[in-house]
Nanobody, 124 residues
Framework: QVQLVESGGGLVQPGGSLRLSCAASGFTLDYYAVAWFRQAPGKEREGVSCISSSTGTTYSADSVKGRFTISRDNAKNTVTLQMNSLKPEDTAVYYC?????????????????WGKGTLVTVSS
């Protein structure tokens, strides 16, 4: 079946790094923009980063610019979110999502597929 599966979450100290992966099965990510969202307890889901399907152009929220990097490996049908200099406020469940369109307006438009999320906890 069609699905996205996130992996790589866990517990990390402030200033540390984690690499999240989003693996697609049942469809090919080549044609999809892929975005990472996160949701902290009691907070609304927010967009973190997006990578386009055609050009690989990336977009990131101001809160993570310079710290997080999104990339894709179409040969492996995966998208990665490299997270550096993690802060306690980065603690959240991180979700990847795919849409067969560009990243323009990505934080607002509805995605076609969603993963179930992976928990990232940044704490000392």
């Amino acid at each position: 079946q069609v699905q996205l599966v996130e992996s790589g979450g866990g517990l990390v100290q402030p200033g540390g790094s984690l690499r999240l992966s989003c693996a697609a099965s049942g469809f090919t990510l080549d044609y999809y923009a892929v975005a990472w969202f996160r949701q902290a307890p009691g907070k609304e889901r927010e967009g973190v980063s997006c990578i386009s399907s055609s050009t690989g152009t990336t977009y990131s929220a101001d809160s993570v610019k310079g710290r997080f990097t999104i990339s894709r490996d179409n040969a492996k049908n995966t998208v990665t979110l490299q997270m550096n200099s993690l802060k306690p406020e980065d603690t959240a469940v991180y979700y990847c999502a795919a849409a067969r369109r560009g990243c323009t307006g990505w934080r607002a438009y509805g995605m076609d597929y969603w993963g179930k999320g992976t928990l990232v906890t940044v704490s000392s």
